[in-house]
C-alpha cells in the first residue's frame, strides 16, 4: 500500500469539494482543486494526477466526466476514481460511480460517502465515513489517503450500497425538515426515519445493494445526520415548506446544492417501473411539486392502510410460533 503523499485532483470547489481538500492536506497530499470556473484548464489540472475525486453536484457528473476523459485519457493509466456525489442521473436512473465507470471502464473506481456535513468538518470537528469499491486495493488506497486524527475512514465492499445509503437519506432528511418545521414531536420524527431506513432498504436491495450496509454509517449514519441538523441543505428544503415558503424561494436562498429535490423525482420512476412502496418519497414528491401542503401529506402517511411492519415477516408468521405477547 502506497503510504507516500499523493497529488489529488478534486473537482468541484464547492462545499464539499473544499471541505475535502482540508481533510486531504492534512496528510500532506497535494491537491488541486478544479471547478469549471478555474483559471487553470482541467488537461493542466489532471497532469500527474494519482486521484481524481469528484465533488461536483449530479446534474454535473456526466458532463465533467466526459470532460477529464476527452483531455487526458491516456494519461490517466493508474489514477484511481473516488466519487463523492450523492445524487441519480435521471432516465439513466445511474449512481455516479456508474457513470464514471461506463466512462472509465478500467480505471478503480471508489465511493465516498458518510455522515459528512462539510461546515462541521470546515470547523475541524471529528466526523467518520467509509470508501467502497469493487477494487479493495484501491478503496484500502484510498481509506490511507484521508484517514486523520479528524476523519475516521472505513472501508466496505458494497459500493452501490454505500452510494444509495448517501442518496436516499436526502428524501428523507427534506420529510424530516417538514416533521420538525410542523413542530411533530419526537415521537413522529423516530417513526419517519425508521420507517424511511425501510424505504431506503426497500429500493437499495432492488438496485443490488445489501442491507446490512444501510444499518451503517453511510446509511442509518447519515440519515441521523442528515435528518437531525439544520446544516443540511436537504433538511432544510422541508423546514422551509413547512413554514409556507415556495420551493423556488427555498432553493434561491439555499447555499449550495439540495439533491434530494432531484433524487426524488428519480425515485418515484424507479419504484413505479419496480411496484417499490415508498410512502414517505411519495409524499415529498407531491409536496415539492406543489400538489399538497405539508399538513395533507402528513394526513396521507398517518392513515394509510394498516400493515405489519416488516415486508417479509408478517406478524402472523410470529404468532403462529408462539411469540405473542
Ligand atoms: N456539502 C456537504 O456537506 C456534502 C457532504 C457530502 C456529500 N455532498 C455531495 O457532494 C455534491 C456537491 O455538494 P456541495 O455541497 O459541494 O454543492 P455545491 O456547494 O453546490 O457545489 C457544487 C459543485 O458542483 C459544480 N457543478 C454543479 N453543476 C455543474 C455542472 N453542470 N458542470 C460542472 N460543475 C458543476 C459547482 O460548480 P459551480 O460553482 O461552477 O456551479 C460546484 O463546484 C452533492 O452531490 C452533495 O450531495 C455534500
Ligand atoms: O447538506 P446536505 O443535505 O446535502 O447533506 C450533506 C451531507 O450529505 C451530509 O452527510
Redesign the pocket.
Known amino acids: 500500500m502506497n503510504n507516500k503523499p499523493q497529488n489529488i485532483t478534486i473537482l468541484g470547489a464547492g462545499a464539499?469539494g473544499q471541505a475535502l481538500a482540508h481533510l486531504a492536506a492534512i496528510n500532506q497530499h497535494t491537491v488541486r482543486l478544479w471547478s469549471r470556473h478555474s483559471p487553470v484548464s482541467l488537461e493542466d489540472t489532471l497532469a500527474n494526477t494519482d486521484i481524481i475525486l469528484c465533488a461536483i453536484s449530479m446534474k454535473g457528473v456526466r458532463d465533467v466526466a466526459n470532460l477529464v476523459n476527452s483531455v487526458n485519457e491516456k494519461s490517466l493509466k493508474n489514477t484511481i476514481v473516488v466519487t463523492a456525489t450523492?445524487g441519480l442521473e435521471p432516465y439513466t436512473t445511474y449512481t455516479p460511480s456508474q457513470i464514471w465507470e461506463t466512462i472509465f471502464p478500467h480505471q478503480p473506481v471508489v465511493v465516498l460517502s458518510?455522515?459528512?456535513?462539510?461546515k462541521e468538518i470546515e470547523q475541524k470537528l471529528p466526523a467518520a465515513t467509509v470508501v467502497a469499491s469493487k477494487n479493495v486495493v484501491a478503496a484500502q488506497q484510498i481509506q490511507l489517503v484521508f484517514s486523520s486524527q479528524q476523519f475516521r475512514v472505513y472501508t466496505n465492499p458494497d459500493p452501490v450500497g454505500v452510494e444509495l445509503g448517501?442518496t436516499l437519506?436526502?428524501v428523507i432528511?427534506i420529510s424530516a425538515g417538514v416533521c420538525d418545521g410542523l413542530h411533530l414531536g419526537t415521537n413522529a420524527k423516530a417513526a419517519l426515519v425508521t420507517r424511511g431506513l425501510t424505504e431506503m432498504v426497500r429500493i437499495g436491495n432492488t438496485l443490488g445493494a445489501k442491507t446490512e450496509t444501510f444499518y451503517g454509517l453511510s446509511g442509518l449514519g447519515?440519515l441521523l445526520?442528515?435528518c437531525n441538523s439544520p446544516?443540511?441543505?436537504?433538511?432544510q428544503v422541508g423546514y422551509q415548506l413547512a413554514n409556507s415558503k415556495t420551493l423556488p424561494e427555498v432553493l434561491s436562498s439555499l447555499s449550495?446544492?439540495?439533491?434530494?429535490v432531484n433524487t426524488c423525482r428519480v425515485l418515484m420512476e424507479i419504484a413505479q417501473k419496480h411496484s417499490i412502496a415508498i410512502p414517505i418519497t411519495e409524499q415529498v414528491y407531491q409536496l415539492l411539486a406543489g400538489e399538497i401542503t405539508p399538513r395533507q401529506a402528513l394526513d396521507k402517511l398517518m392513515l394509510r392502510d394498516i400493515k405489519s411492519e416488516f415486508d417479509n415477516f408478517p406478524v402472523e408468521q410470529i404468532w403462529s410460533r408462539g411469540e405473542k405477547c
Do not use: Q, V
Open positions: 464539499w450523492k458518510g455522515p459528512n456535513l462539510s448517501g437519506k436526502n432528511a447519515d445526520a442528515t446544516l443540511s441543505r436537504n433538511y449550495g446544492t439540495a439533491e434530494g
